[in-house]
C-alpha cells in the first residue's frame, strides 16, 4: 500500500484518535475532565474539517459536508452537555468515520489514477538517433519530421513513422487489444505506442511526437473526462439541490415537532428532536454519488482504452450503451476495401489475353479496381503499349493498345460506346471489356469480407441491437449479396458518397432513445461520422483524420470491436445505475428511520460511509474490461 | 486560445468548485475541471495573455477551496 505524504499523515491521525477513543472508554472521567479527554481525539480526527468549515463560511460557502460534519458534531457534543449524559463518544465517531471515508475515497480515486495512467503509458519518454554512428538519446519532442531514429528490441516506438531498414515483430496490444504481434518489414508504417519485440529497426519519422498515436490517443483519453455525460450532470445537479434540501428538512425536523407538541400541550422533548435533526445532517452528504458516478466513466473509458476501445467523453459512452440501430459504411469496414478479381467471363479471345488488355488500358488509373486488375494478371504491364488514354469519370476508360481500341468499364460506358454488355448473375462489381467495338467479357470483381464480419453482426444482434443497416455504393445485386451472407437487416445500395448522410438521417429515430451509430473507415465519411448519435471509426492507427471526426474510436479494423465497445459501454451504464440506485436507496431508508428516531448516528454515519465504500469499490470495477 | 494546466484537489466537489470560480475570473472564456485526470483546461478570451491571467485563475481557486492547487 503506497501513499501520498497527505495520506500517511491522515492514516496516522486516523489510528491515534480511535486508540484514544477506545482507551478513553476504560478511563472512568465526569465532568469537565471528561469533556477536556474527549476533545482531545475530537480535535486531533476533526480540527481540519473545523478549519476549513470556518474558512468556507468566511468566504460565503455555507453548504459543504465540511460545515455540515462540524454542525452535526458540535451539535451532539453540546447535546450532551446540556443533557448532561456526558457521551461524547458519538460526536468523535462520526469525525472519525467520516475521514475514514475521505481517506478511502482519496486512496481508491488515487489506486485508479494510477492504474489507468499505468494502462496508458505508451509514451516513451525518450528515443534513440544515430550521430556519428553511435547512439545518441534524445527527448522525442526534439525530433524533428523526416529523422531516423533507431528502436531497439524491448523498446516502444516513440514517433510515428516508416521503417527504413530492419524487420521485427511488434507487439501492438497497448494501442489495439490484439494480443497477436505484427510483423513488419522495410516500407512499412509503424504507430508509436507499439513494442518492438524482436529486431533492432531504424524508422524514419513522418510526424512530431506530439502529433503521433500515442500523444494522439493519450490526449484522447485524458480529456474524455471533460465531456460529461447526463447521469454525470443529473448528479451534479442533484447533489446541489439534494445538501440544501436536507439541512431545510433537518432544522424543520429540529423546531417543528417540538412547537407542535407545545402546542398540543405535551412536553416539547427537544433533545430528542434536535438529536434526530443531527442525524439528518450527517445523512445529507451525497459523497458516495458525487463520487462514485464520475470514477464509473473514468474506469470504464480507461478499461474500454485497454481493448482497443477509445470513447471521447462519458456523453459518448452513455450513448453507446443506448445504440439500437448501427449503420456500417460497407467499404473498409464490413469489407477489407481490397478488391480481388475472382472471375474472368471471356468471349472469344482467352483469359489472360482479356485480363492484360484491360491492365494496360488501366494502367494509369489509381482506382483499387484498376490495381487489382493488374494484380490478377500474371504479365507486367509495358507502357510502350499503350497511347490515347481516356478516362470516363464513373465509368472507365478506353485506350489504345497494341493499336487495338480497348473500353473497360462499367455498363454505362459500354451504352455510350454503343456496345452491348449482358447482366450476369454472380455477384460483385462487374468490368466489362470490349475490344474495337466488340464486347470480349468482363471481369467480376469482389472486396473481400473480413473474417469477422459475420461474427460482428451475430454478435450485435446478441447484444439487443435491432437493425444493423449497410451503406455502399454497390450496385443492388451485389449488396444484397454481401448484405444477406452477413446477416445485415437493411441495405442501401448505389448511393453516392454525398447520399450517405441523408440515408443516415433517414434511419434516425430522433426520440433520443434508440440510438443510431454508424461505423465507417473515416476515409471521405468524416460528415456522417459527425452527424451520427455516435460515431465510430475503425482501423484509426494512424488516421488523424478519422480521430477527429469519430466520438468512438477503435484502434485496429476487427468489426468484432463494435459489439465490444456496445457490450463495455452497457457494462460501465448498468454500474452507474447500480450506484445511483443504491445510495439513493439507503440515503432514503435512512432518513425515514433517522426521522422517527429509529437510527442514531452511529448507523447513519457507518451507513454513509459503507455506501460510499461500497459504490466506489463497485465503480472501479469498470476499470476490469475482462471477457465482456 | 485552450491550454491545459495539472491541479491537485482533494474531491470532485471541490474540483466543481474550482470550475466555477475560474469561469468567473476576467479572460476566461470557459474552464474545465476534470478530476479524475487532475487537469483544467482553460479557454482564454481573444487576445488575452494566458501568463497574465493564470495568477488570478489560481488565486480565484485558492479562495474557494484552500487545499487546492493550480500549476501554472
Given at each position: 500500500m503506497t501513499m501520498t505524504a497527505k495520506q500517511k499523515k491522515t492514516f496516522g491521525r486516523i489510528i491515534i484518535a480511535a486508540l484514544m477513543v477506545v482507551v478513553l472508554h476504560f478511563i472512568p472521567s465526569t465532568g469537565l475532565l471528561r469533556f477536556i479527554l474527549y476533545m482531545i481525539p475530537y480535535l486531533v480526527i476533526g480540527y481540519d474539517i473545523l478549519l476549513k468549515a470556518a474558512r468556507n463560511i468566511a468566504h460565503g460557502q455555507v453548504f459543504d459536508e465540511c460545515f455540515l460534519m462540524c454542525v452535526a458534531t458540535l451539535g451532539a457534543i453540546a447535546l450532551a452537555i446540556w443533557e448532561g449524559s456526558g457521551d461524547y463518544t458519538e460526536a468523535v465517531a462520526v469525525m472519525l468515520f467520516y475521514q475514514i471515508g475521505e481517506f478511502f475515497q482519496g486512496y481508491a480515486v488515487s489506486k485508479s489514477r494510477k492504474s489507468i495512467s499505468e494502462l496508458m503509458d505508451?509514451?516513451?519518454?525518450s528515443a534513440n538517433i544515430e550521430q556519428d554512428g553511435s547512439l545518441v538519446t534524445v527527448d522525442p519532442d526534439d525530433v524533428a519530421v523526416g529523422s531516423i531514429i533507431v528502436v531497439r528490441p524491448g523498446e516502444k516506438v516513440p514517433i510515428d513513422g516508416v521503417v527504413t531498414s530492419g524487420a521485427s515483430s511488434l507487439d501492438t496490444s497497448a494501442l489495439t487489444g490484439e494480443p497477436v504481434p505484427r510483423s513488419i518489414h522495410e516500407g512499412d508504417e509503424v504507430a508509436s505506442g507499439c513494442v518492438n519485440l524482436s529486431g533492432e529497426i531504424h524508422i524514419r519519422t513522418t510526424k512530431e511526437a506530439g502529433e503521433s498515436t500515442a500523444s494522439k490517443i493519450l490526449d484522447l483519453v485524458e480529456n474524455?473526462?471533460?465531456?460529461?455525460?447526463r447521469s454525470e450532470d443529473f448528479i451534479t445537479r442533484f447533489s446541489r439541490v439534494y445538501t440544501p434540501a436536507v439541512c431545510i428538512a433537518a432544522l424543520a425536523l429540529a423546531l417543528l415537532p417540538p412547537l407542535v407538541r407545545l402546542a398540543m400541550g405535551l412536553a416539547p422533548t427537544w433533545h430528542d428532536w434536535i438529536y434526530r435533526a443531527l442525524t439528518f445532517l450527517v445523512i445529507s452528504c451525497p459523497c458516495a454519488l458525487v463520487i462514485s458516478i464520475p470514477l464509473s466513466f473514468f474506469a470504464g473509458i480507461g478499461g474500454a482504452s485497454r481493448e482497443g476501445v477509445l470513447v471521447k467523453g462519458s456523453n459518448y459512452l452513455e450513448a453507446l450503451s443506448k445504440v439500437r440501430t448501427v449503420v456500417f459504411d460497407k467499404t473498409g469496414t464490413l469489407t477489407k476495401g481490397v478488391f480481388t478479381v475472382n472471375e474472368v467471363h471471356h468471349n472469344k479471345l482467352p483469359r489472360q489475353e482479356v485480363l492484360g488488355l484491360a491492365a494496360h488500358a488501366e494502367a494509369?488509373?489509381?482506382?483499387p479496381v484498376a490495381r487489382s486488375i493488374e494484380a490478377a494478371w500474371d504479365g507486367k504491364v509495358d507502357r510502350k503499349r499503350i497511347a490515347g488514354i481516356q478516362e470516363y469519370p464513373g465509368e472507365g476508360v478506353t485506350a489504345s493498345v497494341d493499336d487495338k481500341a480497348v473500353a473497360v468499364g462499367n455498363g454505362r460506358l459500354m451504352s455510350r460506346l454503343g456496345i452491348e454488355a449482358p447482366g450476369c448473375h454472380c455477384s460483385g462489381t462487374l468490368v466489362h471489356v470490349a475490344v474495337d467495338g466488340s464486347y470480349e467479357g468482363h471481369l467480376v470483381i469482389s472486396d473481400v469480407i473480413k473474417p469477422n464480419a459475420k461474427a460482428a453482426i451475430d454478435a450485435l444482434h446478441a447484444s439487443g441491437v435491432q437493425r444493423c443497416v449497410m451503406l455502399t455504393g454497390d450496385r443492388m445485386e451485389a449488396a444484397k449479396d454481401t448484405a444477406s451472407s452477413l446477416g445485415i437487416d437493411e441495405v442501401h445500395a448505389q448511393?453516392?458518397?454525398?447520399?450517405k448522410v441523408s440515408a443516415l438521417e433517414g434511419l434516425m429515430d430522433g426520440s433520443g432513445k434508440a440510438l443510431t451509430a454508424f461505423v465507417g473507415d473515416g476515409i471521405n465519411d468524416a460528415p456522417v461520422l459527425s452527424r451520427a448519435d455516435v460515431g465510430i471509426a475503425m482501423g484509426?492507427?494512424?488516421s488523424d483524420a478519422a480521430i477527429e471526426a469519430a466520438d468512438v474510436v477503435l484502434m485496429d479494423d476487427d468489426p468484432l470491436k463494435v459489439a465490444k465497445a456496445i457490450r463495455l459501454s452497457r457494462r460501465c451504464m448498468r454500474i452507474v445505475w447500480e450506484n445511483i440506485i443504491f445510495a439513493l436507496g439507503v440515503k432514503g431508508i435512512c432518513l425515514l428511520l433517522g426521522a422517527f428516531g429509529i437510527a442514531n448516528m452511529w448507523l447513519a454515519i457507518f451507513a454513509d460511509v459503507g455506501v460510499m465504500v461500497i459504490a466506489v469499490l463497485n465503480a472501479i470495477r469498470a476499470l476490469k474490461a475482462g471477457r465482456t | 486560445m485552450t491550454r491545459n494546466y495539472k491541479i491537485d484537489v482533494d474531491c470532485p466537489a471541490c474540483a466543481a468548485k474550482m470550475e466555477a470560480a475560474a469561469k468567473k475570473?476576467?479572460?476566461?472564456?470557459d474552464a474545465v475541471v476534470n478530476f479524475m485526470a487532475l487537469k483544467m483546461k482553460v479557454d482564454f478570451e481573444e487576445g488575452t495573455d494566458p501568463g497574465a491571467v493564470m495568477p488570478s485563475v489560481r488565486k480565484a481557486c485558492k479562495r474557494v477551496e484552500a487545499d487546492c492547487e493550480v500549476f501554472i
Open positions: 505508451i509514451r516513451p519518454d474524455a473526462g471533460s465531456r460529461k455525460s494509369s488509373s489509381s482506382h448511393l453516392l458518397p454525398g447520399d484509426a492507427m494512424g | 475570473v476576467e479572460g476566461v472564456k
